[in-house]
């Protein structure tokens, strides 16, 4: 990958990982009920989803999927019905003080992964990145020793930081009404987030 291919994706990537979207939603309200250091095992997931899409990007599997689209239907669906029922699992629950004990590692974990993963921004963002910037001419794997230490220190960055803006309204002297707003604001953009995944067509051609 040439100095100049590299700088694009580099850019293309930022605004990827920066545009709040669900996974963004996920983080703050992690950092604000549990903590920036408990919440760090879905930052770890969001990490691990990144890496699997990157490896099928570069196998030509996300591409692959995009062009079936009773396979997108399929996940599209039901990538809607769990953001929902987490935006409404979040606005019922808002009224009740998050417990910062109750929630093991593994469970943050695998919510956060689930949540990245149904994400079609995701396949979207991985397909553009792999069909506007990645150079023909030379060998996949030899760009892949470039694009993944770009792309994963760039989207660690970013969710740390979108952990850390939670971590610190939680720490702020909320009032509880605030905190309970805010709460469900969060939950409602899991809802609205569900809704438009419902809406999404599959992504087509070059991005």
Do not use: H
């Not at 950092?31 to 770890?44: D, E, H, N, Q, Y």
């Amino acid at each position: 990958m040439s100095w100049e291919a590299w700088i694009m994706f580099a850019v293309f990537w930022a605004v990827f990982v920066t545009t709040p979207g669900p996974n963004a939603v996920n983080c703050i309200t992690n950092g604000m009920t549990i903590g920036f250091r408990r919440s760090l095992p879905g930052v770890a997931a969001i990490l691990t989803q990144a890496a699997l899409f990157l490896t099928l990007s570069a196998l030509g599997v996300t591409a692959l999927i995009t062009t079936s689209p009773i396979a997108f239907q399929i996940a599209k669906l039901i990538g809607a019905g769990f953001l929902i029922y987490l935006g409404i699992r979040g606005w019922v629950m808002a009224k009740t003080p998050a417990k910062v004990t109750a929630r093991p590692a593994g469970s943050i974990y695998w919510r956060a992964f689930a949540i990245a993963t149904i994400n079609p921004k995701s396949v979207a963002g991985y397909l553009a990145a792999f069909s506007q910037f990645v150079q023909p001419d030379v060998p996949i794997w030899d760009q892949m020793w470039v694009i993944f230490p770009t792309a994963l220190s760039l989207t660690a960055l970013s969710y740390l930081g979108y952990t850390a803006l939670g971590a610190g309204l939680g720490m702020a002297a909320l009032g509880a009404v605030f905190n309970v707003w805010l709460r469900r604001a969060l939950a409602g953009c899991f809802i609205i987030y569900g809704v438009l995944l419902g809406s999404t067509a599959a992504p087509v051609g070059r991005i």
